[in-house]
C-alpha cells in the first residue's frame, strides 16, 4: 500500500508543484534607493508585474524550470538575469539596475499611437517625466512645457490670467487650435473656440506630458497643425497612497491639492483601483491697469477656483484595462474693472467631462477605444462707459455660452512578420455652441447657435528594415465634417442692438469640408549614439464655430459670422539627428520648413458701425493668406550625473505671410509677421539634486514679438529667470519655494494691460 502511495505521489508531483514563489527588491545601483513601479517580467511566458513603494516584486505559482528576469524602469538600462527552480521554496533575486544618461531611450506613445521608443520615431518627440515635472518651478501645467524648444507660451498676467496660448513651431500665439492637447488621449480643444483651459488641470495627477512636434494630423486631425501635447495621469499602483499640499504666495495667493488612491490586492496587473483628487486656490491679485491711467474703476484681478475628479479602473491582466474618469472645475477670474456689479466684470468657466478608455490586446493585435464627453459653460460679465456726444451712458451685459464637445475614438495596432505594424483607426466628434449676450441695461438678448460632426479614419504603417536600422512610417487619415443648425438672432431688440438687426440670420447655410493628411518619414540609425530622420508631412485646422456662427464685438471693431470658411492647411519639411557623446552629452539639431495655405484672416466687409461714438469697421474672417514658416531648433542635454544635469535650448522661427488677397482684405499683409511668434528664443538651466537642498533654475530669453497683423505693437525682447528650492524630509513630507520672473520684468500686453510681475510661491507637501 505504502509503495503504491509512494508510485503515486511520484507520478503526479510535476502536477502538485506549483508553490514555488519568486520575489526580489529592485534598486538603483548609485543611490540604493528602492524603485516603485519597476517593470518585472519573465520571458518565458511573459508573465509581468511591477514593484510596491518598497522596491519589491513577487510571482506565485512558478513550475520548476530555468526563467530569464527582464527588469524595466524609465530613464535606467534594462537588465536581466537567469534563476533555476528545482525545489518547492522561496527564491530571491534581487536586482541593482543604473540609471541612464540620455532620455531618448524612454516610451512614449502619442507620436505614433504605439508603444515606442523616442530614439526609434523619425520624428522630433520629447517627453517630460515625473522627474522633470518635480522639480519644474511652475504655477500651471502650461509652465511644463516652458523649457521645450520651439514652443512658446503665451500666459502674461500668470494663473490670473483666464486663458493661455500655447504655440508650436512658429504658428503664432494667438490661436490655440493650431496645436491639440490632450488628456489621456481625449482631445480638450473646444470646437467654439479652439481654447483650452489650462487652469483646469490638476499638476499633482500629471505623471508624464508627450510632447509630438510638427503637424500629427495624419492620426489626430484637426488641431494637430502646429504639434500634439498629451497629459497622462498618475495610476494607482499602492493599495492606500495619498498626498495633501498646501501652498501661499504673492499676491495673498493661496491654495490647496489633495489625491488619495488605491488599488485592491498585491498583484499591480489585476484588479480594481480608484483614485479621488482636488484643489483649491484663490488670489488677491494686482492692478493690471498702467498706474498713469488707472480711475476709480480699475481694481486688482482676482481669481477663485476648484476642481474635483475622481479615476476608477479595472485591471483584467497585464494587456487589458479599462478606466472611467469624471471631473468638475469651477472658477471666476476678475477683468480687473468694476463700476456697479459687486463682482466687476468677470470670466466664470464651469466644466463637466467624463470619459471611458480601454487598452486591450488579442494575440498580436492592441486595441484602444475612448468615448469621452466634456460641457463647458462659459459666462462672462461686462460693464463699461461709453461717452457719446458729451453724455455718459452705462452699459452691461453678460455673455452666457453653453459648448459641449463629444466623441468615439478607435484604433488598433496589429504586427506582421518581424517589419511591419499596422495601426488604423476611426474618430467620430461632435462639437455644439448655444451661447447669448444678455443685455443687463435692456431687454435684448443675442443669439448664437451651431454643430459640428466630424467623421474621419486613418491608417498607418511603420517598417523596419536592415537589422532595425532604417524605420519608415507611412501614414494618411481622411476627415470629413459637416457644420449645421446655425443661426444668429435677436429677440427683444431695443435701440441698444439695432445696430446688428442687419446681421440676423435664423438658417445660416450648412457647410461641407473635407482633408486629407498624408505623412511619410524615415530614419537612419547609424549606430547608438547617432541617428538622422527626414520628414514630411501635412496638418490642418478646420474653422471654429465661433467664426462659424457668431457675430459680435471684437478689439477694434465687430466681426460678422461666416459659414463658408474653409480649413488652413500646413506642408512640412523636417530633417534631424541625434548625437549622444560619452552617454552623457545628446545634441539635437532641427531644421524645418512649412508652407500654409488659406490662413485665416479678418478682412473688411465695407460695412461700418458705430461704437462708442466713434464708426468702427465690421469684419469678417477669410481664407485668404499664404504662411511661410523656415525654422530651427538645438537642443543640448548634459547629465554630469543622476543628480546634476544642465540643459541649454535656442529655437527659430521666420513666420511670415508670403502673399495675402488685397482684393479681400482693407490692407496688406503681404511679408508682415505671424503674432506672438519670437524670432530668436533660448532656454538654459540646470537641475542639481543633493542633500541639503535640491535647486533647479532656468534662464527664458524671448526676441520682440508683434501683437497686432500689421507689425505696429509689439512686445521688445526680454529675459527671465525661474528658481525652485525643496527637500524631502522622512520621505513623507516637502518643503518648497517657487519663484517665477525672478527678475520681476514687467511689459505692457496687447490688450493695454501690464504683465504679472515677480511671483513666489511656498509649498509644505505630505505624502503617505
Not at 495621469?233 to 504673492?250: D, M, V
Not at 461686462?382 to 458729451?390: D, F, H, Q, R
Request: some cysteine; hydrophobic content about 30%; aromatic content about 12%.
Amino acid at each position: 500500500m505504502k509503495k503504491k502511495l509512494l508510485l503515486l505521489l511520484t507520478l503526479f508531483m510535476p502536477v502538485l508543484s506549483f508553490s514555488q514563489i519568486i520575489t526580489g527588491r529592485i534598486t538603483d545601483a548609485s543611490t540604493n534607493k528602492t524603485l516603485t513601479g519597476a517593470n518585472v517580467v519573465i520571458i518565458e511566458n511573459n508573465n509581468g508585474t511591477i514593484t510596491n513603494a518598497d522596491g519589491f516584486y513577487k510571482f506565485k505559482n512558478i513550475k520548476q524550470g530555468t526563467y530569464n528576469i527582464e527588469v524595466s524602469f524609465m530613464g535606467y538600462k534594462t537588465i536581466s538575469k537567469t534563476i533555476n527552480i528545482t525545489e518547492d521554496k522561496t527564491y530571491t533575486l534581487n536586482f541593482s539596475i543604473e540609471a541612464t544618461s540620455i532620455e531618448t531611450k524612454e516610451v512614449v506613445i502619442t507620436a505614433t499611437k504605439t508603444q515606442q521608443n523616442i530614439e526609434n520615431i523619425p520624428q522630433r518627440v520629447y517627453l517630460i517625466s515625473t522627474n522633470k515635472i518635480e522639480s519644474n518651478p511652475m504655477e500651471s501645467a502650461d509652465d511644463l512645457l516652458k523649457t521645450i524648444s520651439g514652443t512658446y507660451i503665451s500666459r502674461s498676467m500668470g494663473i490670473l490670467s483666464h486663458k493661455a496660448i500655447v504655440s508650436m513651431r512658429g504658428l503664432g500665439g494667438s490661436e490655440q487650435s493650431r496645436v491639440l492637447i490632450l488628456m489621456d488621449g481625449v482631445p480638450i480643444n473646444k470646437s467654439d473656440g479652439g481654447s483650452v483651459n489650462w487652469n483646469l488641470m490638476n499638476l499633482n495627477q500629471v505623471a508624464k506630458v508627450e510632447v509630438t512636434k510638427g503637424p500629427g494630423s495624419s492620426l489626430y486631425g484637426s488641431n494637430a497643425m502646429g504639434g500634439v501635447i498629451n497629459f497622462i495621469s498618475k495610476k494607482p499602483t499602492e493599495k492606500l497612497a495619498g498626498q495633501i499640499s498646501s501652498e501661499y504666495g504673492t499676491y495673498n495667493t493661496i491654495g490647496t491639492k489633495m489625491n488619495i488612491s488605491g488599488r485592491q490586492g498585491d498583484d499591480s496587473n489585476h484588479g480594481l483601483y480608484w483614485d479621488v483628487n482636488g484643489f483649491y486656490r484663490q488670489s488677491d491679485g494686482y492692478n493690471a491697469t498702467p498706474e498713469s491711467e488707472r480711475d476709480s474703476n480699475d481694481i486688482k484681478l482676482n481669481l477663485q477656483e476648484y476642481a474635483v475628479g475622481t479615476k476608477l479602473g479595472y485591471d483584467f491582466n497585464k494587456f487589458n484595462n479599462i478606466e472611467l474618469k469624471l471631473d468638475y472645475y469651477d472658477d471666476q477670474r476678475g477683468t480687473g474693472v468694476k463700476i456697479y456689479d459687486k463682482d466687476g466684470s468677470n470670466f466664470q468657466h464651469k466644466t463637466y467631462s467624463g470619459s471611458t478608455n480601454y487598452n486591450g490586446e488579442l494575440g498580436k493585435t492592441k486595441i484602444n477605444a475612448i468615448a469621452y464627453y466634456r460641457d463647458e459653460p462659459f459666462y462672462k460679465l461686462n460693464e463699461s462707459i461709453k461717452i457719446k456726444n458729451g453724455a455718459i451712458s452705462y452699459q452691461c451685459y453678460d455673455v452666457s455660452s453653453k459648448r459641449i464637445d463629444m466623441g468615439t475614438l478607435f484604433n488598433a495596432s496589429h504586427q506582421i512578420g518581424n517589419n511591419n505594424l499596422i495601426t488604423g483607426g476611426f474618430d467620430i466628434k461632435h462639437g455644439s455652441v448655444d451661447g447669448n449676450d444678455n443685455y443687463q441695461t435692456s431687454t435684448d438678448v443675442v443669439t448664437n447657435k451651431g454643430k459640428m460632426n466630424t467623421f474621419a479614419f486613418y491608417i498607418q504603417d511603420e517598417i523596419n528594415l536592415f537589422n532595425d536600422k532604417t524605420k519608415i512610417i507611412a501614414g494618411l487619415r481622411y476627415d470629413l465634417a459637416k457644420f449645421y443648425a446655425g443661426s444668429y438672432y435677436i429677440t427683444d431688440g431695443t435701440n441698444a442692438t439695432s445696430i446688428l438687426t442687419s446681421l440676423v440670420n435664423e438658417n445660416l447655410q450648412e457647410y461641407t469640408w473635407s482633408a486629407i493628411s498624408p505623412k511619410i518619414s524615415a530614419q537612419y540609425l547609424f549606430n547608438k549614439n547617432f541617428r538622422t530622420y527626414i520628414s514630411y508631412s501635412r496638418g490642418f485646422r478646420p474653422a471654429i464655430l465661433d467664426d462659424l456662427c457668431r457675430s459680435g464685438f471684437i478689439a477694434g471693431g465687430f466681426k460678422k459670422a461666416n459659414p463658408d470658411l474653409g480649413a488652413e492647411t500646413l506642408d512640412n519639411f523636417e530633417i534631424g539627428s541625434d548625437i549622444h557623446i560619452l552617454n552623457k552629452i545628446r545634441i539635437s539639431p532641427t531644421v524645418y520648413y512649412s508652407n500654409g495655405h488659406n490662413f485665416m484672416y479678418y478682412v473688411s466687409t465695407g460695412d461700418s458701425l458705430m461704437m462708442g461714438g466713434h464708426l468702427k469697421p465690421v469684419r469678417i474672417k477669410q481664407n485668404i493668406s499664404k504662411v511661410n514658416i523656415s525654422g530651427a531648433e538645438l537642443d543640448i542635454v548634459y547629465n554630469i550625473n543622476d543628480n546634476f544635469n544642465i540643459f541649454a535650448n535656442y529655437t527659430f522661427a521666420n513666420s511670415q505671410i508670403a502673399d495675402f488677397d488685397t482684393t479681400a482684405g482693407d490692407f496688406d499683409l503681404t511679408d508682415k509677421y505671424l503674432t506672438y511668434v519670437p524670432k530668436n528664443q533660448a532656454t538654459g538651466g540646470i537641475t542639481w539634486k543633493n542633500k541639503i537642498i535640491n535647486t533647479n533654475i532656468t534662464y527664458h530669453f524671448y526676441d520682440k514679438q508683434w501683437t497686432d497683423d500689421k507689425n505696429v505693437s509689439k512686445i521688445d525682447a526680454y529675459s527671465s529667470v525661474d528658481i525652485k528650492f525643496w527637500k524631502t524630509f522622512n520621505k513623507s513630507f516637502t518643503a518648497s519655494v517657487n519663484v517665477q520672473n525672478l527678475t520681476d520684468h514687467t511689459y505692457i500686453e496687447s490688450h493695454g494691460n501690464e504683465s504679472l510681475g515677480r511671483f513666489i510661491t511656498g509649498q509644505i507637501s505630505y505624502k503617505f
